[in-house]
């Protein structure tokens, strides 16, 4: 019998963050902050809203391009919290969760053989994603020097004839780090002077603690070249709700359409009702679950530099990226011995990109117990060497 699978899909590895989470769940005692999902639970008003919805019946397709109401408020939400305006009925979509996003705007944009730039370590998803839509990846590594955040020269360096897209995963997953202002602008140059289009990935954009995100999107002659991609999975709590959404200029976005028509038809109604009211009530309910991250944020900056283990401060999403390179182990054996031995499950930096190697990833999107027990195991495994 023939091989009935796509050569292409065979090639791409799975992705690296779940496998040792589930290997944790197998182990009686052990404790996770391997994976990127907040600890809190939906705001009630927003769990409220859902239920309503479907006491009311509303369990019916929406349009294609999400419940108008929702595409309004989304409107309304970035205009007043990042200076970004998009027009609800043609540059809004609402998509399954930020993933679906990333995968139909580059479907949209991509000819066999153009190259999407790349910064890693970043989000698992970018990689396979431009393969699978006939894309070629050039990978841009980023540096611990550099606070892991993009340098123009760097981004330069990448660029050639057949460069389409730059990816722009800030605030980062996996490392934390953000772009301020003046970064933003440096690229901002370089992508109108080479011709190119931006997929700047925000989900974290609620969740920065230096200073307020801003979006390359909100600088002169960028909207037009950008597709903006959020959700509520993050900020609000929601990500068993598989919620996000796209914006785009209108010719990319009726193309994008086309594909979300054709794979997926709409997004979750129930969800779309409960995602209104998360953006026109819920910003105290944010600020709370942010001052928390902060917190743990700070406690384990304070316990590596306690334990010396060096680690870059981070500023944004609810992720800690400590360097391991001082034990001589790869990331993934670094991260086997601690699940073995002291029963904490952490993700190796590799599964996020080759310059991952000699860092892991710390989710603290867990409580503060849970931080303190892992902390201690930890603390006690790095003391062997």
């Excluded at 409107?75 to 809004?92: F, G, M, N, P, T």
Aim: net charge negative.
């Amino acid at each position: 019998m023939r091989d009935p699978l796509s050569k292409t899909i065979k090639d791409i590895k799975p992705s690296g963050i779940r496998k040792f989470f589930d290997v944790a769940r197998t182990m009686e005692g052990a404790v996770s902050l391997g994976v990127g999902e907040p600890d809190f639970d939906t705001p009630w008003r927003i769990r409220s809203e859902g239920i309503y919805s479907l006491e009311n019946g509303r369990t019916f397709y929406t349009s294609n391009t999400g419940l108008i109401e929702l595409r309004q408020e989304i409107s309304k939400y970035l205009a007043r919290k990042y200076d970004i305006h998009y027009d609800a009925d043609d540059e809004i979509m609402v998509t399954i969760g930020g993933s679906e996003a990333i995968d139909v705007a580059l479907r949209a944009m991509l000819d066999p053989g153009d190259e999407v730039l790349i910064p890693q370590p970043s989000y698992v998803s970018y990689v396979p994603c431009t393969i699978l839509a006939g894309g070629v990846p050039v990978i841009i590594n980023l540096k611990e020097e550099d606070e892991f955040r993009l340098k123009s020269k760097d981004l330069e360096e990448k660029i050639t004839d057949k460069t389409k897209i730059l990816v722009l995963p800030y605030p980062n997953n996996p490392t934390g780090a953000i772009m301020e202002k003046k970064d933003l602008e440096e690229m901002a140059e370089v992508i109108k002077k080479h011709d190119l289009f931006v997929l700047t990935d925000e989900i974290y954009s609620e969740l920065t603690y230096k200073e307020k995100h801003v979006t390359i999107a909100s600088l002169p002659g960028m909207k037009e070249r950008t597709v903006y991609i959020n959700g509520f999975s993050k900020a609000f709590a929601m990500t068993g709700w598989r919620l996000g959404y796209a914006c785009a200029p209108k010719v990319i976005l009726k193309q994008m359409l086309k594909i979300h028509q054709f794979a997926i038809m709409c997004a979750p109604t129930t969800s779309q009702y409960a995602a209104i009211e998360a953006l026109k009530n819920c910003d105290d309910e944010v600020a709370a679950m942010k001052e928390e991250y902060n917190e743990r944020r700070r406690f384990l900056v304070h316990e590596f530099k306690d334990m010396g283990l060096p680690c870059f401060e981070p500023f944004g999403a609810f992720y800690i990226f400590p360097c391991i390179k001082k034990f001589g182990m790869s990331s993934e054996e670094f991260v086997n011995r601690l699940l073995q031995e002291e029963k904490v499950a952490v993700v190796p930096g590799t599964a996020f990109g080759d310059s991952g190697e000699g860092f892991i990833r710390i989710s603290y999107a867990y409580s503060l117990d849970d931080l303190k027990i892992a902390l201690d195991r930890i603390r006690k495994f790095v003391a062997k060497f």
